[in-house]
């Protein structure tokens, strides 16, 4: 910026190209900073009687998969809750048996656990059993949408488990959205021990109604 002194003794200021570029940044920032953080509110929703769970933001439904849930001895708990943890590749404890992560951990890849102690989203070694009531209380997805999902979702989320259809549900979970298919693997399901206990490395982990 320069002051000048034109004909008459008059100051006049001349300003830089180069400044008024950083001053008019400087403005957009401080216009940014005094704007209302926007945050998606994202939640989980279970339908036990349509064996589906969906993800929403902002009220729209991101996405939908299939899944197991408890069966009639073993039912999956109803209610509100919330994501208390998230643990990739767990280790599975029951009954003092062990096993790595691997094709035979019975809770799969991945571990989404519920503020509900002993109970959480996971993986399976019995695939056939995703669209079923077929777990020992948790809540079971096969392992591309499980390990998907585990990457949209973080500890707090809300999480509702509904017993009974409504209006609400149907329109969630009536037909997959032609953008959103629905994916599953058939095969033989297999019952796996009730009861486990799941953790990573260095990390030990509620007991599980798997």
């Known amino acids: 910026m320069k002051a000048l002194i034109n004909n008459n003794g008059v100051s006049k200021t001349r300003v830089s190209g180069i400044q008024i570029r950083e001053t008019v940044a400087h403005l957009i920032m401080a216009l940014a900073l005094l704007q209302p953080a926007t945050a998606q509110t994202r939640r989980i929703v279970v339908s036990i009687p349509d064996h589906k769970l969906a993800l929403l933001e902002d009220g729209s439904v991101k996405r939908v998969y299939p899944v197991a849930t408890g069966r009639q001895e073993t039912p999956s708990p109803t209610g509100s809750f919330h994501i208390a943890n998230r643990v990739a590749n767990p280790t599975y404890y029951h009954q003092g048996k062990r096993i790595e992560p691997g094709p035979q951990n019975p809770v799969g890849t991945r571990w989404i656990g519920l503020d509900e102690k002993g109970y959480g989203i996971h993986g399976t070694n019995a695939p056939g059993s995703i669209g079923k009531s077929a777990s020992h209380g948790c809540i079971r997805m096969a392992k591309k949408d499980l390990e998907e999902f585990f990457e949209m979702v973080r500890?707090?989320?809300?999480?509702?488990?509904?017993?009974?259809?409504?209006?609400?549900?149907?329109?969630?979970?009536?037909?997959?959205?032609?953008?959103?298919?629905?994916?599953?693997?058939?095969?033989?399901?297999?019952?796996?021990?009730?009861?486990?206990?799941?953790?990573?490395?260095?990390?030990?982990?509620p007991h599980a109604g798997q």
């Not at 209006?167 to 693997?185: I, K, N, S, V, Y």
């Not at 021990?193 to 990390?203: L, Y």
């Open 155 to 205: 500890p707090g989320d809300p999480v509702e488990i509904r017993a009974e259809r409504d209006p609400q549900t149907a329109a969630w979970f009536a037909e997959p959205r032609l953008d959103q298919p629905m994916r599953g693997q058939p095969a033989t399901a297999t019952s796996a021990p009730a009861v486990p206990v799941v953790m990573a490395a260095n990390q030990s982990m």
